[in-house]
């Protein structure tokens, strides 16, 4: 295999992307990496990330995107390709995740064996293996297991392809990590995926709750799992590193698992949340269903477990020797996971509002301001009235918005099922509680398409003032924007025309 070739990254600017892009140009090694657009972008994640992109010529940014756009890069002499890019929604759309994960692995061997690429190493998922307790041996496993999600079964596919592309000429790794989650010694994470959604989850369950006469918050929730069960979560910097490894190790094939060795158990990782968010009461269920939420904090906690409750319910036990053997000789190894760890990364998550952050970073407000106004102002004192939660839940409450990347923010007033004042802007006016959203979450909430706990757990959204009752109204709103969902088109003839 040729050392001095280029390496091809796709999926660059995602959270392994990025790590892993930065930890090959630390080694020197020669990279293009696949951006959709805004390279700037990729340039700040490389340095937050601790790698500044380099000046030399060594990093080539090449717009493409999976499985649409793969440009011409036979003048780069790429021998090498990391392929990191996927979806990662668990629940399938008419073309998603499979278009992407599977298409996009089609695609792109294609597009390998055109440029005469010698080695494939692709970044999958320890949990391909579906609902197998394990112990999962670190090899393709030619029967199709019973997948968890789509997601899983997407991977399992590209899996297969990348194996049947590979031959005497040609070499293909596949490194499959479990959970993984902010770096090692800052906690840094730019999604908030996975093991994020349930730390969310338990913070505003704690933010709901009454302090007890003990001084504790407390409530009986039955969760998913056994306590012994193992909690799998890696530190991205330990997954790059090994990532980097296998696309420079010539003699790296076959399957490897990036899983902790010696992980906590569920009961330990309940311990650390616990301590970090200063709540308790809970315990684990086992194989027993469990109960039904009895407040709107616990249901947004549960609306979170149930994406997870299967990786609770089903806890593998992965085989790690290929990948033991083949990290030990340059002494990469897993750090271990305690709760100094869990409480960085949590820290991490919060300072950026659990990824709220970045997406207002990334998106331009426009003219967004004028459609929070007209929705506010008009649309909604509009066809509230109208709408059946207005007579079956009307509430009294004073409720403000505020619409982060600049447009603003309203208070409405709301009683007997009407919104009965507005008014717009910082102001004296006390609200009872409020809600917080980027200008793209305020587009996903008012479309109907997505509910509100989905938004919270996600970072696009959070509340504040009354938790209860704030989470309580999030229920009522759902309800009147499925009923009268709204967009661009929809809000058009609110809109106030300028002057001019």
Not at 442 to 461: C, H, K, M, P, T
Request: with cysteine; glycine share 10%.
């Amino acid at each position: 295999m040729s050392a001095d070739g280029a390496i091809l990254i796709t999926g660059a600017t995602g959270f392994i992307g990025h790590y892993v892009l930065g930890e090959l140009l630390r080694q020197g090694r020669r990279c293009v990496a696949l951006v959709r657009d805004r390279p700037e972008r990729l340039q700040r994640l490389l340095q937050g990330a601790g790698a500044p992109a380099p000046t030399d010529g060594r990093l080539l940014v090449a717009p493409g995107a999976l499985p649409d756009r793969l440009p011409d890069l036979r003048r780069q002499g790429i021998r090498q390709v990391v392929h990191l890019a996927a979806n990662t929604r668990f629940d399938a759309t008419a073309s998603e995740p499979h278009r992407t994960n599977v298409e996009g692995m089609r695609r792109l061997l294609a597009w390998a064996e055109a440029h005469g690429v010698e080695g494939l190493t692709l970044v999958s998922t320890a949990y391909v293996c579906g609902l197998n307790e394990g112990p999962v041996p670190e090899r393709i496993e030619p029967v199709l297991p019973r997948f968890r999600n789509a997601y899983e079964e997407s991977k399992w596919h590209a899996e297969a392809l990348a194996t049947r592309w590979e031959g005497a000429s040609r070499r293909v790794a596949i490194v499959r990590p479990t959970v993984v989650t902010g770096a090692w010694d800052t906690g840094r994470a730019t999604e908030f995926r996975g093991f994020y959604l349930l730390a969310r989850s338990v913070e505003m369950l704690a933010q709901g709750l009454d302090t007890g006469a003990d001084g504790r918050r407390t409530v009986p929730l039955r969760l998913p799992g056994r306590p012994e069960d193992a909690a799998q979560i890696v530190p991205v910097d330990f997954v790059a590193r090994a990532v980097a490894h296998a696309v420079t190790h010539a003699e790296a094939r076959g399957v490897f698992h990036l899983a902790h060795p010696r992980p906590p158990s569920n009961a330990q990782m309940k311990a650390w949340l616990e301590e970090v968010f200063d709540i308790g009461g809970g315990e684990f269920a086992g194989d027993a269903a469990v109960a039904e939420a009895h407040s709107p904090a616990e249901a947004l906690f549960h609306s979170a477990a149930a994406s997870l409750s299967a990786y609770f319910a089903h806890s593998p036990r992965f085989c790690m020797e290929r990948a033991a053997a083949l990290l030990s000789e340059v002494g990469i190894a897993c750090p271990p996971i305690d709760g100094a760890y869990v409480g960085r990364i949590i820290a991490y998550a919060q300072r950026a509002a659990w990824g709220r952050g970045a997406r207002r970073q990334r998106a331009a407000s426009g003219d967004v301001g004028a459609y929070c106004a007209a929705y506010f102002e008009r649309f909604l004192p509009e066809h509230l009235p109208r709408s059946s939660v207005s007579r079956l839940a009307p509430v009294r409450a004073t409720i403000r918005f505020v619409i982060e990347d600049g447009p603003g923010e309203w208070v409405c007033q709301f009683a007997g099922g009407r919104v009965v004042q507005v008014g717009r802007g910082a102001n004296q006016v006390r609200e009872d509680f409020g809600y917080r959203a980027s200008g793209a979450g305020f587009w996903r909430a008012i479309s109907g398409a997505v509910d509100g706990e989905q938004l919270f757990l996600g970072g696009e959204a959070d509340v504040f003032g009354d938790v209860e009752r704030a989470l309580m109204m999030s229920a009522i709103l759902r309800e009147f924007t499925r009923e009268f969902p709204c967009d661009r088109e929809r809000l058009a003839p609110y809109l106030v025309p300028s002057c001019s």
